[in-house]
């Protein structure tokens, strides 16, 4: 009862009835009025019509019988105006009363399914996952329409829904192995430092910050003999898995190669050789390879399409050595690469990065460039090898002032010191 009286009192039902009311007491309002007025008319028509015939009375001296008949009949049409308007007021009230009972049957057909509809509705993702159509909506009219489109819409939001929970899933197994994935190969570099701390002739450091998530860069470093040291600074073009997977393989082959006493040109045609048998995804990579003597300080460096190094000599400022590259590697099976001769001498600084570095975008599609890089290089020039990798890179950083990257940023930092009281 309640429940009824609340739907009663408010919304669409209560608007029919309001409507309904007022058209019904204009109308009687209007009607009375003309009844009312037509009344008076007609009376002082009857009054008027009795006046006519009264001076007749008069001349055959019956004044006091015309009185008594007007009167009589004055009072029979008073009567029968007042059972008139019994009749009126009793018609009201049944006007009244149909036209209640009739917006009540009109309300009840249309006010429940709606109510019933905005239940289901809100009742969606609580305790139903889906609106569907019931008995009650098929009203054969625009109520039915609007279930039927409900019904519809619902039934497209559950499989969107399905939909995306699949998705979800799958994305976040995909995103855990990539996690994965990303820890591996991150595990497969050198991150120890320093590196080794019981050799004074020099000292190093690298970094890899990965983009977003794996990626083709790599750095590595190791001794290939006591007096010897290997360098790589790499980039696998693409991105993703396979990329790191090829990466893997190629810092294996290439540290072999070195290993086995090959040059840094000829461990570059070697791996060519054996990545360019199996490589169907067309991956390539650009690799700088140096063999460095501890004890003298001289190099052997092969560029296959990588970026240019940058040198430092003792109390001076770094910068870009450019000469002609050799063909990425994995490019073309049988090509040569050719390598260079260097000299280091004690206070000599080498920095090799990937064109990650240079190639950091800030939010106006500005690239940090290589200018950027030797000037924040050149900041602090003394500093350990550690410390210029934090200035490279705390530049990058404001410079980007978080843009999203899409390359890693890949450095590697050598200073030698040279033979502790040795002549060099």
């Known amino acids: 009862m309640r429940k009824n009286r609340h739907q009663m009192t408010g919304g669409i039902r209560q608007r029919i009835f309001s409507m309904l009311l007022i058209t019904i007491v204009l109308i009687i309002a209007a ?23 009264k001076q007749i009375y008069i001349d055959n001296g019956m004044e006091d019988e015309f009185e008594v008949f007007r009167s009589g009949a004055i009072a029979s049409f008073h009567k029968e105006m007042f059972h008139a308007r019994n ?26 399914p709606l109510n019933t ?10 305790r139903n996952r889906q609106f569907k159509m019931e008995d009650k909506y098929r009203t054969g009219d625009e109520i039915e329409v609007l279930a039927e489109s409900f019904a519809k819409q619902s039934a497209r939001t559950v499989l969107y829904i399905d939909q995306i929970k699949r998705v979800t899933a799958e994305k976040e197994r995909i995103g855990a192995e990539l996690d994965m994935a990303s820890r591996i190969q991150a595990s497969q570099l050198p991150r120890l430092f320093p590196a080794f701390p019981n050799r004074k002739e ?35 073009s693409g991105k993703g898995v396979p990329a790191a997977l090829l990466m893997m393989v190629a810092r294996v082959l290439v540290k072999s190669s070195l290993q086995n006493g090959k040059g840094p040109g000829e461990a ?36 296959a399409g990588h970026e240019h190094p940058v040198l430092r000599r003792a109390g001076g400022s770094y910068e870009l050595v450019i000469y002609r590259h050799s063909m990425p590697v994995a490019t073309m099976e049988g090509i040569p690469f050719k390598q260079h001769e260097f000299q ?21 599609d500005e690239l940090y460039g290589t200018e950027r890089m030797l000037d924040a290089l050149n900041r602090d020039p003394d500093a350990q090898p550690g410390q210029v990798l934090a200035n490279v890179m705390n530049d990058i950083n404001s410079f980007v002032d978080g843009a999203e990257q899409f390359d890693d940023i890949t450095m590697l930092c050598f200073r030698y010191l040279g033979v502790p009281g040795g002549s060099s």
């Open 31 to 53: 009607y009375t009025a003309v009844f009312f007025f037509q009344s008076k008319k007609v009376e002082q028509l009857v009054n008027d019509t009795y006046e006519t015939q």
């Open 117 to 126: 509809i905005t239940r289901r509705v809100a009742s969606l993702g609580v």
């Open 344 to 364: 280091l001498n004690p206070g000599d600084s080498l920095f090799v990065y990937t064109d990650g570095v240079a190639e950091a975008t800030n939010a106006q």
């Open 202 to 236: 020099f000292s190093l450091f690298a970094s890899m910050t990965p983009a977003k998530e794996v990626g083709g860069d790599f750095y590595d470093f190791f001794m290939i003999d006591q007096d010897h040291i290997g360098l790589v600074m790499a980039d696998v």
């Open 268 to 303: 570059l045609e070697s791996v060519n050789n054996q990545l360019c048998e199996s490589n169907e995804a067309g991956f390539f990579v650009t690799m700088w390879v140096a063999v460095i003597e501890i004890s003298t300080g001289k190099g052997v460096a092969a560029n």
């Open 87 to 112: 009749i009126l007021i009793l018609l009201v009230v049944f006007i009244v009363a149909a036209g209640m009972i009739s917006a009540y049957s009109i309300t009840e057909r249309i006010i429940d």
